[in-house]
């Protein structure tokens, strides 16, 4: 008799265990449906991305003070911008697993116009009234072209080229920021100034990498002249036509050949150990980057960073957008969240955390900006020098797979570093960088 | 069982007085007898049918289509994902020329080397079993951390190699940029990990060959080595089979050496040329970088033909081994 007891009681207690494991899970899903339309508490997670993240840990506990039922949390901090961007297209793709609001890279959010479908229409939650507080061109970059609000921007990348100035002054180079801005009016002169480095400099390269170099004279060049890149307007590729790639890539070529590149890999191992070894003595500097060298230099390398102008007329590489994927089941909470972030009051908070220039006018003219000076570059007025240029922007227009070609040609800058022929990697770089945009 | 027993004991005295009862109990023991092995095995095929069959399906499916994140619509476009990947797609062809490359530079000198640390692993040392576990230790290492060890190791402004190279009095080797230098850095951390992993499984073969032919072959006056090749290695044969199949399929899918050999934007196209890019780093670029899904489904099918292909060539001559003799 007792056998089959034992055996009943089994059965009993698995089917027990597996209802309640249903109702569990039953009571699971309903309090968080619950919760997307009552005012019960709601986790709002943020995806964001870069070795410093975006700057938004006092905002978020500000946020979570002023509306009790919002709890925060955030991912990626420390991910690289391709990881982050391959991940984030799956999981827009499939529909789930998205945070609630992501960040969108300038150069990836074209790629998600195709997509808009996929992305709470930000302007359903009044960002239309917001408008104003973008700067233009940036506003006009969240927008898709028939006029869905896909993301509000946060920061912008801006210009200038930010120097050792302890190397500049073994080398014999003037150190003050005005007088090594006076230097290089042109990106011409800028590699002059360099090989006179170089011949009083035998241990340290004047730039960190080809790359860098090479993204920064584009977006300026392009800013100037095409307005676009790899892709025109209409999205056609049309690398072996645009002068403005040429143009770049041919003073990058120019830049190699005189020696002064580092040849470092950007965003690498070698890279970050080229600045805490202290290897190179400038680097191409938009707004993010301040946090960059901050972040991997170090303090040991305090006081010897300095930021002048860069050659040439303003320019701009990077700056994101916050957007709120369809998937999210909070979607007015993440909108409310999003806004408040890009809020003039949000990007002043992040550029005083990591340097991120706000994309916001009133937040640019705003003191804590305007007048902000950097404390890790020498006291720099970095809120004057970046925010010269940010305003009378124009835009560059980036292609649907421009990550893709933009490493494609950066691959053969790479091989010109390594010492091949510039002249074959361009036609190395029109074949590839078409492979790549197919 | 059990409760077969219960119910046919009263059944002896009671037969008609609860047939009803008897009729479920039989048709139930029927049923279990019936269904249940299959109830038992259904788990693997379960999973196997969620993990294993059905993104096999699903990757022919999509290697058939355009499908792209980037595209509002999937259309049906045939073969011609395929037509394209073999006819005109020349970095395809290099990821193809390098898979294989690496494949030989490591795998060949991997088994030799594991056969002859098995052999002399199998012959009487001092402090046996710590040998026979210090070769294995490799394997339980995880590759992102060798790979990453290595990357220093063949760093070109600081690391250790060429830091020797110098102190012998020969320049340094940008191990990145040149193409048979990479491929030689990155078959060396493949075989580092993985030659006392082979070396075990042949030990272990090694240990069931009858030591009656050792002697007879010692008494006819065959030296050690001639004992190796005409006795261990024959008799190895099936081993040896199984050890070169498992190679080429983890030879033919390198990705984590060779990826993380650069770090920083652009690891996937290993190296500025694709000097050392192999096949499923093309097929990530292809997806992640290029968006295109239905390419890259088409990639994967490619590979597993070039697998199935490589494996049956890798039997054929295994089988020779000994048969020729």
């Given at each position: 008799m007792s056998v089959p007891t034992r055996r009943r009681r089994f059965a009993a207690i698995a089917i027990a265990s597996v209802a309640v494991l249903a109702t569990a899970t039953a009571c699971g899903d309903d309090s968080s449906s619950d919760s997307g339309k009552s005012d019960g508490p709601v986790t709002l997670v943020v995806d964001v991305f870069g070795d410093q993240g975006f700057g938004y840990d006092e905002l978020y506990k500000q946020y979570e003070a002023d509306h009790p039922n919002v709890k925060i949390q955030e991912r990626g901090k420390g991910l690289g911008l391709g990881d982050y961007n391959t991940r984030l297209t799956q999981q827009i793709t499939a529909g789930s697993g998205a945070g609630d609001v992501v960040a969108l890279e300038e150069g990836t959010i074209v790629q998600f116009y195709a997509q808009a479908d996929k992305f709470v229409n930000l302007a359903d939650y009044g960002a239309?009234?917001?408008?104003?507080?973008?700067?233009?061109?940036?506003?006009?970059?969240?927008?898709?072209?028939?006029?869905?609000?896909?993301?509000?921007?946060?920061?912008?990348?801006?210009?200038?080229?930010?120097?050792?100035?302890?190397?500049?002054?073994?080398?014999?180079?003037?150190?003050?920021?005005?007088?090594?801005?006076?230097?290089?009016?042109?990106?011409?002169?800028?590699?002059?100034?360099?090989?006179?480095?170089?011949?009083?400099?035998?241990?340290?390269?004047?730039?960190?990498?080809?790359?860098?170099?090479?993204?920064?004279?584009?977006?300026?060049?392009?800013?100037?002249?095409?307005?676009?890149?790899?892709?025109?307007?209409?999205?056609?590729?049309?690398?072996?036509?645009?002068?403005?790639?040429?143009?770049?890539?041919?003073?990058?070529?120019?830049?190699?050949?005189?020696?002064?590149?580092?040849?470092?890999?950007?965003?690498?191992?070698?890279?970050?150990?080229?600045?805490?070894?202290?290897?190179?003595?400038?680097?191409?500097?938009?707004?993010?980057?301040?946090?960059?060298?901050?972040?991997q230099a170090g303090d040991a390398a305090a006081g010897k960073w300095d930021i002048a102008k860069a050659p040439g007329n303003g320019g701009n590489w990077g700056g994101s957008f916050l957007g709120v994927p369809k998937s999210s089941k909070h979607q007015k909470e993440a909108a409310e969240l999003a806004k408040f972030l890009t809020s003039a009051k949000g990007q002043i908070e992040a550029f005083k955390k990591v340097g991120n220039l706000p994309s916001s006018p009133q937040a640019l003219a705003d003191p804590a900006v305007a007048d902000s000076t950097n404390d890790y570059f020498s006291k720099a007025p970095v809120g004057k020098i970046f925010a010269a240029g940010a305003s009378e922007l124009k835009p560059v227009y980036l292609g649907p797979k421009n990550n893709a070609v933009r490493t494609a040609v950066e691959n053969t800058l790479r091989a010109v570093e390594q010492g091949k022929s510039a002249e074959d990697q361009w036609q190395a770089a029109l074949k590839n960088g078409a492979a790549a945009g197919k | 069982m059990s409760l077969d027993l219960h119910a046919a004991a009263p059944a002896d005295g009671g037969r008609a007085a609860r047939p009803a009862h008897r009729r479920r109990g039989t048709s139930f023991t029927r049923l279990d007898l019936k269904y249940s092995p299959y109830l038992y095995i259904l788990p693997f095929f379960v999973i196997f049918a969620v993990f294993s069959a059905y993104p096999i399906a699903y990757t022919v499916w999509i290697a058939l289509t355009d499908r792209s994140p980037l595209n509002a619509t999937i259309s049906f476009v045939g073969l011609d994902n395929f037509v394209e990947l073999i006819t005109d797609d020349p970095q395809f062809w290099n990821a193809v020329v390098n898979t294989f490359g690496m494949f030989l530079l490591s795998t060949v000198p991997q088994l030799l080397m594991a056969l002859l640390l098995a052999n002399a692993l199998n012959r009487k040392l001092r402090a046996q079993t710590f040998f026979r576990m210090a070769i294995a230790m490799p394997i339980i290492t995880s590759t992102a951390v060798v790979a990453l060890i290595f990357s220093m190791i063949?760093?070109?402004?600081?690391?250790?190699?060429?830091?020797?190279?110098?102190?012998?009095?020969?320049?340094?080797?940008?191990?990145?940029?040149?193409?048979?230098?990479?491929?030689?850095?990155?078959?060396?951390?493949?075989?580092?990990?993985?030659?006392?992993?082979?070396?075990?499984?042949?030990?272990?073969?090694?240990?069931?060959?009858?030591?009656?032919?050792?002697?007879?072959?010692?008494?006819?006056?065959?030296?050690?080595?001639?004992?190796?090749?005409?006795?261990?290695?024959?008799?190895?044969?099936?081993?040896?089979?199984?050890?070169?199949?498992?190679?080429?399929?983890?030879?033919?899918?390198?990705?984590?050496?060779?990826?993380?050999?650069?770090?920083?934007?652009?690891?996937?196209?290993?190296?500025?040329?694709?000097?050392?890019?192999?096949?499923?780093?093309?097929?990530?670029?292809?997806?992640?970088?290029?968006f295109r899904w239905g390419y890259a489904g088409a990639v994967a099918l490619v590979l597993f033909v070039l697998i199935a292909l490589m494996s049956t060539v890798n039997y054929l001559l295994a089988r020779r081994i000994s048969s020729d003799k």
């Amino acid at each position: 008799m007792s056998v089959p007891t034992r055996r009943r009681r089994f059965a009993a207690i698995a089917i027990a265990s597996v209802a309640v494991l249903a109702t569990a899970t039953a009571c699971g899903d309903d309090s968080s449906s619950d919760s997307g339309k009552s005012d019960g508490p709601v986790t709002l997670v943020v995806d964001v991305f870069g070795d410093q993240g975006f700057g938004y840990d006092e905002l978020y506990k500000q946020y979570e003070a002023d509306h009790p039922n919002v709890k925060i949390q955030e991912r990626g901090k420390g991910l690289g911008l391709g990881d982050y961007n391959t991940r984030l297209t799956q999981q827009i793709t499939a529909g789930s697993g998205a945070g609630d609001v992501v960040a969108l890279e300038e150069g990836t959010i074209v790629q998600f116009y195709a997509q808009a479908d996929k992305f709470v229409n930000l302007a359903d939650y009044g960002a239309n009234d917001l408008k104003g507080n973008f700067l233009p061109w940036k506003w006009e970059q969240g927008t898709t072209p028939d006029g869905k609000v896909l993301g509000l921007g946060t920061d912008v990348g801006s210009m200038a080229l930010c120097y050792r100035s302890d190397l500049f002054k073994a080398a014999g180079l003037p150190t003050d920021r005005e007088q090594v801005g006076a230097l290089w009016p042109t990106w011409d002169q800028f590699i002059a100034t360099g090989q006179k480095f170089a011949a009083a400099d035998k241990k340290h390269k004047f730039v960190d990498s080809a790359t860098n170099f090479y993204n920064v004279v584009l977006m300026q060049i392009a800013g100037q002249g095409t307005g676009y890149t790899y892709y025109d307007k209409s999205n056609k590729l049309v690398i072996d036509q645009n002068p403005d790639v040429k143009s770049a890539y041919d003073l990058t070529t120019k830049m190699i050949a005189a020696g002064l590149s580092n040849n470092l890999q950007s965003f690498s191992n070698e890279w970050n150990a080229g600045f805490k070894n202290g290897t190179f003595a400038t680097i191409a500097c938009p707004a993010w980057m301040t946090g960059v060298i901050k972040g991997q230099a170090g303090d040991a390398a305090a006081g010897k960073w300095d930021i002048a102008k860069a050659p040439g007329n303003g320019g701009n590489w990077g700056g994101s957008f916050l957007g709120v994927p369809k998937s999210s089941k909070h979607q007015k909470e993440a909108a409310e969240l999003a806004k408040f972030l890009t809020s003039a009051k949000g990007q002043i908070e992040a550029f005083k955390k990591v340097g991120n220039l706000p994309s916001s006018p009133q937040a640019l003219a705003d003191p804590a900006v305007a007048d902000s000076t950097n404390d890790y570059f020498s006291k720099a007025p970095v809120g004057k020098i970046f925010a010269a240029g940010a305003s009378e922007l124009k835009p560059v227009y980036l292609g649907p797979k421009n990550n893709a070609v933009r490493t494609a040609v950066e691959n053969t800058l790479r091989a010109v570093e390594q010492g091949k022929s510039a002249e074959d990697q361009w036609q190395a770089a029109l074949k590839n960088g078409a492979a790549a945009g197919k | 069982m059990s409760l077969d027993l219960h119910a046919a004991a009263p059944a002896d005295g009671g037969r008609a007085a609860r047939p009803a009862h008897r009729r479920r109990g039989t048709s139930f023991t029927r049923l279990d007898l019936k269904y249940s092995p299959y109830l038992y095995i259904l788990p693997f095929f379960v999973i196997f049918a969620v993990f294993s069959a059905y993104p096999i399906a699903y990757t022919v499916w999509i290697a058939l289509t355009d499908r792209s994140p980037l595209n509002a619509t999937i259309s049906f476009v045939g073969l011609d994902n395929f037509v394209e990947l073999i006819t005109d797609d020349p970095q395809f062809w290099n990821a193809v020329v390098n898979t294989f490359g690496m494949f030989l530079l490591s795998t060949v000198p991997q088994l030799l080397m594991a056969l002859l640390l098995a052999n002399a692993l199998n012959r009487k040392l001092r402090a046996q079993t710590f040998f026979r576990m210090a070769i294995a230790m490799p394997i339980i290492t995880s590759t992102a951390v060798v790979a990453l060890i290595f990357s220093m190791i063949y760093a070109k402004d600081f690391g250790l190699v060429n830091w020797a190279l110098d102190a012998v009095g020969m320049g340094p080797i940008d191990w990145r940029a040149n193409r048979f230098a990479s491929w030689f850095a990155i078959s060396t951390m493949v075989d580092w990990r993985w030659v006392g992993y082979n070396a075990l499984i042949y030990l272990a073969a090694m240990q069931s060959i009858s030591k009656d032919m050792y002697e007879a072959a010692a008494l006819d006056g065959a030296s050690r080595r001639r004992q190796f090749w005409s006795i261990t290695v024959p008799q190895l044969r099936p081993t040896i089979i199984f050890t070169l199949i498992i190679s080429t399929i983890g030879g033919l899918q390198l990705f984590t050496e060779p990826l993380l050999f650069t770090s920083g934007a652009g690891g996937l196209s290993g190296g500025s040329e694709g000097q050392f890019q192999t096949i499923t780093m093309y097929l990530l670029d292809v997806m992640n970088q290029r968006f295109r899904w239905g390419y890259a489904g088409a990639v994967a099918l490619v590979l597993f033909v070039l697998i199935a292909l490589m494996s049956t060539v890798n039997y054929l001559l295994a089988r020779r081994i000994s048969s020729d003799k």
